[in-house]
């Protein structure tokens, strides 16, 4: 079946420093996944996205890594600032598909 | 930069009744989504709609569910008699080109209390 999961519920980074944030997905036909940011009273906020056929994707003070053997996806945050803090969902799209698969999120807290 | 908007941004409703959420797509995106999140949940999705249609559907999307692009700037989900398990953040989004192609952006949700 479909499944999108991330490894940690909470992650606290202090400020300044890089975090690091990994979701595990099944479907092996998925073939375009999205970092989004939730913070509280808003919705998803894109942040960055990658195509199966990428291993790596940058973005500013992000980055995307991609590792399709084992199915892992993860974002890194660069310099991780106060408004950093925020529940970050991984999802997946089918191949053919035209929903989203979230997983259940990690909150984020940055310590000052 | 454009984003879509949700109105209300809290719509409390007795059970029972019907209720019509309503969204304002990015102006030029031609795909468009629900979700729900239920509090502290994982982001579900409800539905696709694309070319005045239902293009994908979930089975949390029932006959009670239903969905229409009124004009050309609004996407309403209506929910035809609300039971207390509706209840739920629900997030409209919109996206410019299919899923794997274009991202999907995101509005700010409309909570939905059923009493």
């Known amino acids: 079946g479909e499944s999108v999961g991330l490894h940690l519920p909470t992650l606290s980074v202090q400020e300044g420093d890089n975090s690091i944030i990994n979701c595990a997905y099944s479907n092996s036909a998925s073939d375009y996944f999205i970092w989004y940011k939730q913070e509280s009273g808003k919705g998803p906020q894109f942040i960055i996205d990658?195509?199966?056929?990428?291993d790596k994707r940058q973005g500013q003070r992000v980055t995307v890594l991609l590792n399709k053997t084992v199915k892992h996806l993860s974002l890194q945050i660069a310099a991780t600032q106060p408004g950093d803090s925020a529940v970050y969902f991984c999802a997946e799209n089918g191949s053919r598909g035209y929903k989203l698969s979230f997983g259940a999120g990690t909150t984020v807290t940055v310590r000052a | 930069e454009p984003e879509v908007t949700q109105t209300p941004s809290h719509q409390v409703t007795q059970m029972g009744q019907e209720v019509i959420l309503r969204c304002v797509p990015i102006s030029n995106h031609l795909y468009f989504y629900w979700y729900r999140q239920i509090l502290g949940q994982k982001v579900e999705f409800l539905v696709s709609?694309?070319?005045?249609?239902?293009?994908?559907k979930s089975e949390i999307f029932d006959d009670q569910f239903s969905v229409e692009r009124p004009d050309g700037s609004n996407f309403t989900l209506k929910i035809r008699s609300t039971k207390l398990e509706d209840s739920a953040m629900y997030f409209c989004a919109s996206s410019a080109g299919p899923q794997g192609n274009q991202p999907q952006h995101f509005g700010d949700g409309t909570r939905l209390s059923i009493l």
């Open positions: 709609f694309y070319n005045n249609e239902i293009s994908e």
């Open positions: 990658i195509r199966s056929n990428m």
